[in-house]
Each structure stands twice: as structure tokens, then as C-alpha cells.
């Protein structure tokens, strides 16, 4: 069977409920929520405009579940969504949206549009309109077990590495552990002191806990590219080593969309509540912080400022333990304007950084972080995303500044009190 | 001040920051309901525009329309973007009078013509043209001779747009509003005109001059400064409705954007000035008020500085900015009242509106159940499309 417009179209009937349709109802047009895009005000282009991003979606829902849609519909005054103009709209929902959620924040009447547009990319993956970059990565991600193409020797390579520096032993698959430790494909491969780290940490602490070679993988491309049962079945292998391990907790690690998917969606994904709870690494840090299990020696004379991740901060609600911790090492931390809940998106979430095509738009819109970060002149950007990390890193090297990209949890580890 | 002041100058010479100037700047395009992304381009623009020649001309007025437009309590934004227009001629305000007067007014059409804005209050006597003239000249020659040189003619208050009290039955004076004399009369050539108006006569035409009506008794002052902003920074006259009101101010009825409107759609009205309801501050229906047919933005940009307006210290709108307001039938005269028993049509109403709404609902759903049901798994082989 293959993708067609039908299925697409179908789709769109399908994922419109009761929220989408008072959203579209409530809509004044106002534009405000342009504003808050920075693919729009980084390209001044209105067809970015975030509302504008789901004309089909919201077509589709005026037609069939609205009287006068009906009507106008019936009577040939309104055109049907065609393949043409799915395919128009492929590069506004996929490379031109991160999902950041920051229009959603703005819009004066209370209107989701990020969660329209996580719906949206349901039916343009069911017609066929999905970036070839982010196909590839679903295909990865269901088949190898990674949208990376990560497979288990390559893990266990790192974790023998990890072991060999740091001197302790890294536990793998350990039944009854208290804390199971999922990662993401880049810390896997680009960032692997992050699991040295949590090691270091962990151990000093007392923390029980394990990683499963069955389920390591914590990024979950079926939603970044739109279709619920990919989605589904990426979480359900996460739920089933947790039950197999009976582990009490499960840590998303230092990636943005992996917590949303874990934490947030993933009960409704699978249908039927955990038997564990989801923490997130920060949180789980700064409960150790608070009952005194987490010490730090030191503090970093440089000038330190945080970049929310999107999916962590403002829509995760994980605003305050960052600062919580960094506070524990630093000396002169900043903060960038609008930072928090309100922060701007790196320009590389929600599926970009797999999508090729959007490689020079996501560079573009880098500008807007650059504004920030020039307002407060850090030497160096902590931040808990490592896809936020890879993309922070090019954009910065690309426009010739010199700021050091760190992760809050490997930071930690270096100022980890010896005793 | 110099002439050569642009609107950003001279505001700054007044002690305006640019904050302030900025935030006059984001009300106006939230009232116009521009994009936010206008006010850099409307800010931009008004600092850069040279300080406009404004002629003000008052024919059968009250000069109540001046007085609201020029009184603020503290100098406001709106204020002084008004002081900042070359005001050339106006009636109360110029200390000039006699020949003097006049020779200013022709001066101004002399640098100006084809550019200047004539501002209009007061209604034009046609009839008897003898009830109101000025230096000599009947307010027809003067107004037909000064719009002919005007980039656009902005009649405000009510007697300008709509004709107004001296309109109304049996309008003695045979008053017209600027927009029906221009209609009616704009093909004659003024008895009485001046060497400016006989230079420049070949290319007359003010039939078809633009005309924004900025009705009320008084018009809100912040109207007239958005009108004026808008005209600066579009170069074009905003978008008017069909009695030729800009549609940002006009475009609501008070009723709608009344905040005694939940109490009407309770059916909680007062019924006397003192009754229970009245003391609530239930809706003033009953008592005449002409907010449902009423268009102007009192309800939302209120009067003095924001402080209130009619229905909230407990009047009904009179429905000022209607036309023939004044003939309306008795101001505390309901506009209609229902025979029937207004509960029970009510209930009705909301019942046949339920009913529609579950018939509809219903159908949505068995659609979505359809959609759902017609859902076929999507997997990784299903993202492409064949060939």
C-alpha cells in the first residue's frame, strides 16, 4: 500500500477533534502568532506565518464538519485540498516548524497551533508529503532501532569506553534497578562523555539504576514525522524493557523531543498508563541536588547562559532545575532575553535537523539566536539537548563566534565534588 | 514651529519619548487592526512625515467637535500628534479674523493645493444659505472652493458627515452634510471665490474628492489621530464603510462590544433609571439605548482619556454617530419591544438551536467515526508514494 492523497485527506477527518475545531472557530486572523515564529520574522516571509502553515488542515475541517463548509463545499464554491497543494505546504509543516510551541504561547485566543500542527503531519505523512530525510530516519528508527542507524555493538562499544575513563563500572540491563537510562542516538555517537557522566554522577550519588540494551534509544521519529503508529511502537519497545527490567523509573536524557514523546505522549500513544514514572535527567539531578546527594566543587569563571530547549522548558515545564543546578557552578551566569518559557528554538527541532532540505533555512534562522546570545555575550552556552547542541555548534561556527556549546549534565560531572 | 519640522521633530521638541510615540504608534495599528508588524512602518513613517497643512473649516456646528479634539487633561500623544499638524486655518483656534483670516486660508491652498486636508465640522445651510456665512462668503462657495484643492476631506462630527442637529425635521436651514452637497452641487463653481480657486480651476473635480466620515456628537478624539496617522503612513484613506466611516472605529456596533451585553443576552434589563437593574447595572434596552444599531467605538476606546462612556455611568446610547441620530423618535424610546412573552421565546430559540446543533453534531461524528473507522495502518512502507 502507498501513501495518496485520499489517505491524507482521511487522515486530516480523522485527526480533527473537538480542541482543532474550536481552535480554527476561535481564530481572529490577528497574526500575532507571525510574530512569535522565528521562521517567519528571521525570513520575513508571511506564508510561515504559523496559522497559515495548516490553510489545508483547516480546509479540510471548514468542508466537512462546518455548515456553511458543507454548503460551499457541495455547491463547487470551495476547492478540495489537492496533492499540489499538500506538496506546497510539505516544506511550510516540516522544515519551516520545529514544533518549538512558541506561536501557541502568543495566541491571544488561546489556540494551539503546535499541537495542530503534530496533527497535521499525520495526514501530510499519509499522503506521501514527509521529507525524504525524515522517512529515512522513521525507517531507521523502526527497523535498526535508531533514526541514526545506532545499533547495540556500537553502544556497548561507548559504554566500554566510558568505563575504561572513568574507572566504574556502567550497569547494563540490571533487573529491579530503580532508574533505567535511555539515550539519544547523538549522545550515543557525538556526545558520548554524557553517559561517563551520568555514571560519575549516579555513582557518587547512590543512584540504582541501569540501561537496557533491549530499549536505549530515546528519540522517536514517529512523531517528529507524524504518524501515530510508528510513534506507538517506538514507545511500546521503551515500555516493554522498563516492564522486563521492573524498573521504577524511566530518565529521558539531554534531548528535547524525546522527553515530549516519553513523557507526554507516550501513554496516550500506547494507550494505557505506565507502570513507572518518566523523569527527565534535569529533574532527576536536581531532586539529588536538594537531598544533598549532589555535590559540586568549584565554580566556572567563565560567562555561562542557558538555552532552554523547547520541548524541555516551555513545553515540559523543566524551567527551573536548570538554573537550580547551574547556580551550583557558576559564577557569573546570564540570562539571554526571552529566556524560559519564552525562549527561541534553535531552529533545528521537531524533525528539521533530519531533514536535509531545510539544512540552509535552519542555518538562517540561527540569526535569532545569535541576537540573543550578542545581547549577552557569553563565553560559553549550557544547554540539555543534544540535537540543540549539534545545531548550536554549526550555527555558531558558521557565523564565526566563539562560544563553547556544554551540556549541563556532563558540566556537572567535571565540578562533581570528590567526596 | 517650523514648518519644516517633520511629525518625529517636533514631537520630540515636546518632550514625546520615543516609547511614548512608539506605543501611540502600537494602538493605532491594534485599533486599525493592522498587523503588529505594522507599527516599525507606521512609526517609521509618521517620524518622517513633513507636518501636513490642515484647513478647518466650522459651518452649522456647536464647535463641541473642536472641543473634544483639542481637550486632554494632560498633553497626550493623540494631543500633540494633533498640535503637530500645520493647522492653517480654524475658526476658534487662529487669533487672525476679518481679511486676515481668509488671506491665511488662501495662502495655505496657494503652497498646498492638491495636498492639504480639509477638515469639516458642521453642517452646510443650502436652503437659506443667509443662516450661516463667513467674511462674506456663504459656507457652500467656501467649502465648494477649499475642497477643490484638498487631497482628501475628513468631515467630522455628525453635522459634517450626516447633517446632524441643524438636519433635523424640518431643518429649517435646508442643511446638508459635506458628503450630499459635494454629490449635489459639486459640479458649480463657487459665486464667490479667490485668485487661488481661479488658478487652478481647469482641474477641479471634488465630486469624486475622498471623504472619511468621522461622525459622533463629538467624535472620539483618538479616531481622528488614527485617521490622520493612517493617511501619513499609507498615503491612502483607510477603509470605509458604506456612510463612508473608517471601518477600524466604525466597524463594531457598541452593542456588540458593550460590557453590559452579557445582561441583555440574559434578558436582565433595567427597566427605570432607578430600579433595582439600574443599580446592577443591568442592560439599558428598555430605556432606549441605541447601542445595537449604533456604530462607533465609544464602548472600547471610551471617552476622557479612557475613563468611561455613556452606558457605563448608566445612559443609554443616544446612537450619535447614525445618521439622523436626531429624529430617532425620543432617545429613552426603545428601539423595538417584544410582544410575546421574551423568556419563552427564549427558550424556544435556544431549543431549536440546540436541536440544529445535535443534528449537526451528530453528523460530524458519524463522519469522524467513518474517518476512524476507515483508518489503514501507516507503517514505514507507507510513507512514499508509488512510481
Known sequence: MSASLQRGIDAFKEQIDAPVAAFFSSCVRCGLCADACLFYTETGCPTRTPIHKLEPLRRVWQQEYTFWGRYAKAFGLSKPVTDEELEKWETLVYDSCTMCGRCSMVCPVGNDITYMIRKMREGMAASGHAPEGLIGATKRAVTIGSPMGVKLPALQAQIRHAEKDIGLEIPVDVEGADYMLLLSSMEIMNFPEFIGAVAKIFNKAGVSWTISSEAFEATNSGIQIGVSEIAAELVQRIVDAADKLKVKNVISPECGHAYMAIRWEGPNLVGKPYNFKVVHILELLDDLRKQGRLKTTGKESQRLTYHDPCQISRRGGVVEQPRNLIDMIADDFVEMPDSGTMNWCCGAGGGVSSNERADDLRLKVFRRKQAQLDAVKPDALVSACSNCRIHLEEGLEENGMDITVLSLTETLAEHLAED | ?387
Open chain 2, 1 to 387: 514651529m517650523s514648518k519644516d519640522q517633520t511629525i518625529g521633530e517636533a514631537l520630540r521638541a515636546r518632550g514625546v519619548s520615543r516609547r511614548g510615540f512608539l506605543k501611540f504608534c502600537a494602538a493605532t495599528a491594534s485599533m486599525m487592526a493592522l498587523p503588529p508588524s505594522m507599527v516599525p512602518v507606521i512609526a517609521a513613517a509618521l517620524e518622517k512625515a513633513s507636518r501636513p497643512s490642515v484647513i478647518w473649516m466650522s459651518f452649522q456646528e456647536c464647535t463641541g467637535c473642536t472641543e473634544s479634539l483639542t481637550r486632554s487633561h494632560s498633553p497626550t500623544v493623540e494631543g500633540l500628534i494633533f498640535d503637530t499638524i500645520s493647522l492653517d486655518y480654524h475658526h476658534t483656534l487662529q487669533a487672525a479674523s476679518g481679511a486676515a483670516a481668509e488671506a491665511a486660508r488662501e495662502a495655505a491652498m496657494e503652497e498646498n493645493w492638491g495636498k492639504y486636508i480639509l477638515v469639516v465640522d458642521g453642517s452646510i445651510p443650502v436652503g437659506d444659505p443667509g443662516y450661516s456665512t463667513i467674511a462674506g462668503i456663504s459656507n457652500m462657495d467656501m467649502l465648494l472652493e477649499t475642497a477643490a484643492g484638498a487631497a482628501a476631506i475628513v468631515s467630522v462630527g455628525s453635522c459634517a458627515a450626516f447633517g446632524g442637529i441643524p438636519h433635523a425635521d424640518p431643518n429649517p436651514t435646508g442643511a446638508l452634510s459635506v458628503r450630499d452637497l459635494l454629490q449635489q452641487y459639486g459640479d458649480r463653481k463657487p459665486d464667490t471665490h479667490s485668485a487661488v480657486y481661479t488658478a487652478h480651476s481647469t482641474d477641479v473635480d471634488v465630486k469624486n474628492k475622498p471623504i472619511i466620515n468621522v461622525p459622533g456628537c463629538p467624535p472620539i478624539p483618538v479616531v481622528i489621530t488614527g485617521v490622520l496617522a493612517h493617511f501619513l503612513t499609507f498615503g491612502t484613506i483607510p477603509e470605509l464603510d458604506e456612510l463612508g466611516r473608517p471601518m477600524a472605529y466604525y466597524g463594531k456596533s457598541i452593542h456588540d462590544r458593550c460590557y453590559r451585553r452579557p445582561y441583555y443576552d440574559k434578558g436582565l434589563f433595567a427597566e427605570t433609571f432607578d430600579d433595582e437593574g439600574a443599580k446592577k447595572g443591568w442592560c439599558l434596552y428598555k430605556l432606549g439605548c441605541k447601542g445595537p444599531t449604533t456604530y462607533n467605538a465609544c464602548a472600547t476606546t471610551k471617552w476622557n482619556e479612557g475613563t468611561s462612556f455613556p452606558i457605563e455611568a448608566g445612559h443609554p446610547c443616544l446612537g450619535c454617530s447614525e445618521p439622523d441620530f436626531w429624529d430617532g423618535g425620543g432617545f429613552y424610546k426603545a428601539i423595538s419591544t417584544s410582544t410575546e412573552d421574551i423568556s419563552r421565546t427564549a427558550v424556544y430559540a435556544i431549543g431549536a438551536g440546540a436541536a440544529a446543533g445535535v443534528a449537526l453534531g451528530a453528523l460530524n461524528r458519524a463522519k469522524k467515526t467513518r474517518a476512524v473507522k476507515a483508518h489503514q495502518k501507516v507503517g514505514i512502507d507507507d510513507l512514499e508514494k508509488d512510481g
